[in-house]
């Protein structure tokens, strides 16, 4: 890779400041005594080397949250509203750049990266609003010439450890209201899109906030990750990504009995009842399914049709997956981005052999593209017929590819769903109300979409149940993550 070409992929920003690859500590931006590399997964280019910081670089950013906790949770919370929506009008200004560096660093197509950003983006201003509406309340007691009250405090240092599907978003969903409810945060992003999160930090320190109060940290996780878990300073850690880490993270957690916020994998049932429409059905798994190229939490793991729709659902699918154009997400026409890298194109190809070992028919793609594209593509596949005991049914599969299962009743589909240990997002097609209501109380998910393939928003709840995860980001319930609960009893007043 010369060094012309690096050049080239930075010269994609308008905005050439926010191309940043040392980490954002305590205000300045630090260089590490290693580094590691970023490439381009739709061509295998080296992007940028970013500086590894190491434990020595967590330590310090922790102390410098720590220190910046002491002002920054006295602020008002209008003060802090007023920097946050700086924050996000900078972010606004700035969308196609950051979509860029979204494109660059994972590949998704350059207009889901634009959505990404603005999506984002709506996590800070939503926090802002609600930083101003962080309530107490007051309470009757039992003791005569007492009364009682409750506030909200700020938790204090939380360190987040972000994943790369949304390099951007899974960023602002949890320091906005973080901030919004004052306390401060040390990053950690995933090592495959550093660049996003300090392109954030730059913004940030433009909006003004205050050194000390966002911290970026960059380098081996395994490093990175224990200063975070055991530094007493620290809180609250917020995660997300896979279970397995998620449950590494609670257990390093659980020594200082601090706060977990977890958002793990998911294995989304998409159930299409016989009385929906197979078309719009159809539109919904594809939103649902084959956005990021499948690589998020939520897309749809198993596609559940009743046999009265069945037939109508893979000949509608199968028409709109057919159509799906994978490339490179700067290409304009480009449908489908590349996966994360090639050993997610393995991973993914070894559960479609699996599935095609187990009896299931692939009527859509089910090969690696990496020798026509040039990248971690995998072709859009569909497959029906298989097993619902298969890994492809059983493991999170985080590529694009849809497997259809076909049962009868609403118990047996009920029992199918909830077989599995995950409980993130289900989604039910159906106009039928009584069935709606019977189904989404017997559904063990945290979020239901009903005639609908995109659950979350800056104003709702956002987390899963069972082995999904802890806790809820979007709404009040994300600002609240971050708030202790503080009880206060005055007595002698009469
Ligand atoms: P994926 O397999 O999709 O990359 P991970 O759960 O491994 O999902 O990664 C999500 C985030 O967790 C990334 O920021 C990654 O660097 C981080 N991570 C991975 N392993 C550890 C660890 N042992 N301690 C702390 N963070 C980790």
């Known amino acids: 890779?010369?060094?012309?070409?690096?050049?080239?992929?930075?010269?994609?920003?308008?905005?050439?400041?926010?191309?940043?690859?040392?980490?954002?500590?305590?205000?300045?931006?630090?260089?590490?005594?290693?580094?590691?590399?970023?490439?381009?997964?739709?061509?295998?280019?080296?992007?940028?080397?970013?500086?590894?910081?190491?434990?020595?670089?967590?330590?310090?950013?922790?102390?410098?949250?720590?220190?910046?906790?002491?002002?920054?949770?006295?602020?008002?919370?209008?003060?802090?509203?007023?920097?946050?929506?700086?924050?996000?009008?900078?972010?606004?200004?700035?969308?196609?750049?950051?979509?860029?560096?979204?494109?660059?660093?994972?590949?998704?197509?350059?207009?889901e990266a634009q959505g990404e950003v603005v999506y984002g983006a709506s996590f800070i201003e939503w926090s802002a609003e609600e930083a101003k509406r962080i309530h107490g309340e007051t309470m009757a007691t039992p003791f005569p010439g007492t009364r009682g009250w409750t506030t909200r405090q700020?938790?204090?240092?939380?360190?987040?450890?972000?994943?790369?599907?949304?390099?951007?978003?899974?960023?602002?969903?949890?320091?906005?209201?973080?901030?919004?409810?004052?306390?401060?945060?040390?990053?950690?992003?995933?090592?495959?899109?550093?660049?996003?999160?300090?392109?954030?930090?730059?913004?940030?320190?433009?909006?003004?906030?205050?050194?000390?109060?966002?911290?970026?940290?960059?380098?081996?996780?395994?490093?990175?990750?224990?200063?975070?878990?055991?530094?007493?300073?620290?809180?609250?850690?917020g995660f997300t990504g896979s279970t397995a880490v998620g449950k590494l993270l609670m257990r390093q957690a659980a020594?200082?009995?601090?706060?977990?916020?977890?958002?793990?994998?998911?294995?989304?049932?998409?159930?299409?009842?016989?009385?929906?429409?197979?078309?719009?059905?159809?539109?919904?798994?594809?939103?649902?399914?084959?956005?990021?190229?499948?690589?998020?939490?939520?897309?749809?793991?198993?596609?559940?049709?009743?046999?009265?729709?069945?037939?109508?659902?893979?000949?509608?699918?199968?028409?709109?997956?057919?159509?799906?154009?994978?490339?490179?997400?700067?290409?304009?026409?480009?449908?489908?981005?590349?996966?994360?890298?090639?050993?997610?194109?393995?991973?993914v190809d070894a559960l479609v052999k699996d599935a095609r070992d187990s009896g299931a028919t692939i009527l859509a793609g089910g090969k690696p593209l990496t020798d026509e594209l040039g990248g971690a593509f995998y072709a859009p596949t569909l497959i029906e017929g298989g097993n619902p005991s298969m890994d492809l049914a059983c493991f999170e599969i985080f590529g694009p590819v849809a497997s259809i299962y076909r049962a009868e009743t609403e118990d047996e589909i009920i029992k199918l769903a909830n077989d599995t240990p995950y409980g993130l997002a289900a989604y039910l097609y159906t106009n039928d109300v009584t069935r709606i209501h019977r189904m989404t109380e017997a559904l063990e998910y945290g979020m239901i979409g009903v005639n609908a393939p995109m659950v979350g928003a800056a104003s709702t709840p956002f987390g899963g149940v069972k082995e999904s995860g802890i806790g809820r980001e979007g709404g009040k319930w994300g600002v609240e993550e971050f708030t202790e609960l503080r009880y206060v009893l005055l007595g002698g007043i009469e």
């Open 1 to 111: 890779m010369s060094v012309a070409e690096l050049t080239s992929a930075a010269e994609r920003l308008k905005d050439q400041s926010l191309w940043q690859t040392k980490s954002y500590i305590d205000g300045e931006w630090v260089e590490g005594s290693a580094s590691f590399a970023v490439t381009n997964p739709a061509n295998n280019a080296l992007l940028a080397d970013v500086a590894d910081v190491g434990a020595a670089g967590a330590r310090q950013a922790v102390a410098a949250a720590s220190r910046a906790f002491e002002t920054w949770k006295k602020t008002s919370p209008f003060q802090r509203a007023a920097l946050l929506m700086r924050w996000h009008q900078l972010i606004l200004e700035n969308v196609d750049d950051l979509a860029a560096l979204i494109t660059l660093e994972m590949g998704k197509a350059y207009r």
């Open 154 to 237: 700020p938790i204090g240092v939380v360190a987040c450890i972000t994943p790369w599907n949304f390099p951007n978003a899974m960023i602002t969903r949890k320091c906005a209201p973080a901030l919004a409810a004052g306390c401060t945060m040390v990053i950690k992003p995933a090592p495959e899109t550093p660049l996003s999160a300090l392109a954030l930090a730059v913004l940030a320190e433009r909006a003004g906030i205050p050194k000390g109060v966002f911290n970026v940290i960059c380098g081996d996780a395994e490093q990175l990750g224990p200063v975070m878990t055991e530094a007493p300073d620290v809180r609250m850690i």
């Open 255 to 347: 020594d200082g009995v601090k706060r977990v916020a977890l958002e793990l994998g998911g294995n989304a049932p998409f159930i299409v009842m016989d009385d929906a429409d197979p078309e719009v059905a159809a539109d919904g798994i594809i939103a649902s399914k084959y956005r990021v190229s499948g690589q998020t939490c939520v897309s749809a793991n198993r596609i559940i049709a009743q046999p009265g729709i069945a037939d109508a659902l893979v000949a509608a699918l199968q028409k709109r997956v057919d159509a799906l154009k994978p490339g490179d997400g700067f290409d304009g026409s480009t449908d489908i981005g590349p996966l994360i890298h090639h050993e997610a194109v393995e991973r």
